[in-house]
T-cell receptor, first 117, second 113 residues
C-alpha cells in the first residue's frame, strides 16, 4: 500500500535559521509523483513543487530547495534563511499514476513549522 | 485565472442535521476531487470525478455522504445525517487533463455539535 510518513510533527526555529522537513514514502509503483504543499492558517493548500519518479534532480526555487532520493525513498524540503511568513503546516504527498491511474493524493500527517522572530 | 472556489467557508450544525458544500473548479479542469481533512491529519480522498462521472468513491461513507457533478463543472457534497466525527475541513481540488498537479480551494470548515 502507498504511504507517506512525515516523522516531524512540529518544528520551531528562529528567523534566518535553515530548516529541513523530512518526507519518506512507500509505493510499489514505478511511475509516481511527489508533491509538497503549504497550508497557512487560512486553510488553503498551496502547491509548492512536483517531482516525477524518473527525475531525481534536486531543485532550488529562491529560499526553497528539494532533495529527492529514490534509494532512500525520501523527498526532503529545505527552507534557507527562514522567515516568519514561512510558518505553516507543510504536507508531503504521493500520487497514484501507476496501478489505478486515478491521480489521487496520499498525504503525510504534516509538519507544523513555527518561525519565531 | 480564478482558483477553485468553495462555499460556505464555515458551517456549524447539530448532529443528525444535513449539510451541503459547493465547489467550482478551475475553468477547464475535467478532474475534481473532494478530500476530508480531520484536525491534525493530512487530507484523505472522499471521491473523484472525471467530468460528470465518478472515478473513485471507495472511501466515501455512502450511507451518509453523497456527491454529484451533474454538468461536469460544479460539484456538491452532501452529508445526511451528520455525525460528530464528520467535523473536519472539506477540501475541493481540481486538475487539468494531462497535468499532474491538483489545485485546492480554501475549504469548508464543518463543526458538528
Amino acid at each position: 500500500a502507498q504511504k507517506v510518513t512525515q516523522a516531524q510533527t512540529e518544528i520551531s526555529v528562529v528567523e534566518k535559521e535553515d530548516v529541513t522537513l523530512d518526507c519518506v514514502y512507500e509505493t510499489r509503483d514505478t511511475t509516481y509523483y511527489l508533491f509538497w504543499y503549504k497550508q497557512p492558517p487560512s486553510g488553503e493548500l498551496v502547491f509548492l513543487i512536483r517531482r516525477n519518479s524518473f527525475d531525481e534532480q534536486n531543485e532550488i526555487s529562491g529560499r526553497y530547495s528539494w532533495n529527492f532520493q529514490k534509494s532512500t525513498s525520501s523527498f526532503n524540503f529545505t527552507i534557507t534563511a527562514s522567515q516568519v511568513v514561512d510558518s505553516a503546516v507543510y504536507f508531503c504527498a504521493l500520487s497514484d499514476y501507476g496501478s489505478s491511474n486515478t491521480g489521487k493524493l496520499i498525504f503525510g500527517q504534516g509538519t507544523t513549522l513555527q518561525v519565531k522572530p | 485565472e480564478a482558483g477553485v472556489a468553495q462555499s460556505p467557508r464555515y458551517k456549524i450544525i447539530e448532529k443528525r442535521q444535513s449539510v451541503a458544500f459547493w465547489c467550482n473548479p478551475i475553468s477547464g479542469h475535467a478532474t475534481l476531487y473532494w478530500y476530508q481533512q480531520i484536525l491534525g491529519q493530512g487530507p484523505k480522498l472522499l471521491i473523484q470525478f472525471q467530468n460528470n462521472g465518478v472515478v473513485d468513491d471507495s472511501q466515501l461513507p455512502k450511507d451518509r455522504f453523497s456527491a454529484e457533478r451533474l454538468k461536469g463543472v460544479d460539484s456538491t457534497l452532501k452529508i445526511q445525517p451528520a455525525k460528530l466525527e464528520d467535523s473536519a475541513v472539506y477540501l475541493c481540488a481540481s486538475r487539468q487533463g494531462g497535468e499532474e498537479t491538483q489545485y485546492f480551494g480554501p475549504g469548508t470548515r464543518l463543526l458538528v455539535l
